[in-house]
């Protein structure tokens, strides 16, 4: 019975090192791929919001601005008589 009771306490004091040693290599290497930043360029979620802001705006506005320059387009004699016969046949498909 010593001897069962000193094998089952070799073996968990075997199994006990070897998982901390497990945890620490991939504790070890989880740390050596994560970037290395120094605490000055860490920002605050509201900076990072602040930024996020800014860029959408500028987005916006590309996007606006190309908005804008297509419509400025003067429309054609064509693009007129389209949108009448559209609209005359939407007349008719009412007042039918």
Known sequence: ?????????????????????????????????????????RTSPIEKA?????????MRMDDNLKVLTSLKVAPSQNFFAQQNQRFSRFLQTIFS
């Open 1 to 41: 019975m010593k001897f069962t009771a000193f094998k089952t306490c070799i073996l968990s004091i075997f199994m006990m090192l070897t998982t901390q040693l497990g945890h620490a290599v991939v504790v070890k290497s989880d740390a050596a791929k994560a970037p290395m930043s120094l605490i000055s360029e």
């Open 50 to 58: 602040i930024k996020q802001q800014k860029t959408e705006k500028n």
